[in-house]
């Protein structure tokens, strides 16, 4: 079982203020990714990426920027929170299914935002 | 645009009792559909994968069924415990794509009622 980890858990902060969130997966999966998760609302994907040195925008556009300079890891950053950017962020990994049946996704705690 | 939805958005159900969860899609060209769990607070924990061409796919008390060409799949609980309350997701992939383009529905939030 993959164990992804993210920090903070929770984080209250002002608007103006530069956040990284953390995120980092122990399985060397290749794949990553971000979500955004409004309450009552569906995922939505904000960033990717393939592997090391890759990093791609997702379906929902976001003013953070993420880097993959590590397989396990993958930050994502706000230069300057806004509430807007008030949401839960969710980490994921997955890992491709013997038999090309898909992928297994596999998700971290999450870290909920609120910007005042 | 795929679009998933899934009704009700709320159920209760008193323990021991069988269940279904609906999930249902717009277009009907997925490669595989995938039910998820999520837990107050927390991430979501992957349930089941069924692939397009499969019909069904069982985990213990869980079963999910895959009709393709209706856009529908259920999720079936047997013997339903206070433990599986929680919030279940369905989420569809396309063709030659892997993850990056799920699609989720809002979910189905479950309450087992002791």
């Known amino acids: 079982e993959a164990d992804i980890y993210q920090t903070p858990r929770y984080l209250v902060i002002g608007t103006g203020k530069k956040i990284t969130l953390e995120c980092s997966q122990t399985?060397?999966?290749?794949?990553m990714y971000w979500y955004q998760q409004d309450p009552g609302m569906e995922l939505h994907l904000i960033h990717y990426s393939y592997g090391v040195n890759s990093t791609e925008k997702g379906d929902l556009s976001s003013e953070s920027t993420v880097s993959r300079i590590r397989t396990e890891h993958f930050p994502l950053t706000l230069e300057s929170a806004r509430p807007s950017h008030t949401s839960q962020y969710l980490c994921?990994?997955?890992?491709?299914?013997?038999?090309?049946?898909?992928?297994?996704?596999?998700f971290g705690p999450g870290t909920r935002l609120l910007v005042l | 645009k795929q679009e998933v939805t899934q009704i009700p958005a709320a159920l209760s159900v008193p323990e021991g009792e069988n269940l279904v969860l609906n999930c249902s899609f717009t277009d009907s060209a997925i490669y595989n559909l995938q039910w998820f769990r999520q837990d107050p607070g927390k991430g979501l924990t992957s349930l089941l994968l069924?692939?397009?061409?499969?019909r069904e796919q069982t985990s213990g008390r869980l079963n999910a069924s895959l009709d393709k060409s209706s856009g529908r799949s259920t999720l079936y609980i047997a013997a339903s415990q206070p433990g599986d309350s929680a919030t279940y997701l369905c989420?569809?992939?396309?063709?030659?794509?892997?993850?990056?383009?799920?699609?989720f529905g809002t979910g189905t939030r479950l309450t087992i009622i002791p």
């Open positions: 989420a569809v992939s396309p063709p030659n794509f892997g993850n990056e383009k799920l699609t």
């Open positions: 069924i692939q397009s061409s499969q």
């Open positions: 994921a990994s997955s890992v491709p299914q013997p038999g090309h049946l898909g992928e297994t996704q596999y």
């Open positions: 399985m060397g999966h290749d794949k």
